[in-house]
């Protein structure tokens, strides 16, 4: 199961940080993501984290967000900064459930288990 939080609305340029608790499957061993899906647009991956911690972001986000793990508390963190309004979306956390792909957000089909989603609001 993942949980996420710490949604909500902000103005242009503000800060936020979402969580995803999670539980159920051995999550100090996946490479985990965040994702995020816009009215009317598809979901679309934008960051990852392996199980050493290397990340890696999509351009749209890269230097403005930062995605981190805690493998003692089973959370997964995403440190959102200058937020803009094309930001405005639903945000997903999830565990990649197919190998053979690298954890990369280039790699979306290999994600397979998700959390029910957080909403935020930039305005």
């Known amino acids: 199961q993942l949980v996420e939080s710490g949604g909500g609305s902000v103005q242009t340029g503000g800060s936020l940080r979402l969580s995803c608790t999670i539980s159920?499957?051995?999550?100090?061993?996946?490479?985990m993501g965040w994702f995020r899906q816009a009215p009317g647009k598809e979901r679309e991956a934008f960051a990852t984290?392996?199980?050493?911690?290397?990340?890696k972001y999509a351009d749209f986000v890269e230097g403005r967000f930062t995605i981190s793990r805690d493998n003692a508390k089973n959370t997964l963190y995403l440190q959102m900064t200058s937020l803009q309004p094309e930001d405005t979306a639903t945000y997903y956390c999830?565990?990649?459930?197919?190998?053979?792909?690298?954890?990369?957000?280039?790699?979306?089909?290999?994600?397979?288990?998700w959390g029910q989603g957080t909403q935020v609001t930039v305005s």
């Open positions: 984290i392996d199980r050493d911690g290397i990340t």
């Open positions: 159920g499957f051995p999550y100090n061993d996946y490479c």
């Open positions: 999830a565990a990649r459930t197919k190998f053979g792909y690298s954890c990369s957000p280039r790699y979306p089909m290999a994600f397979g288990y």
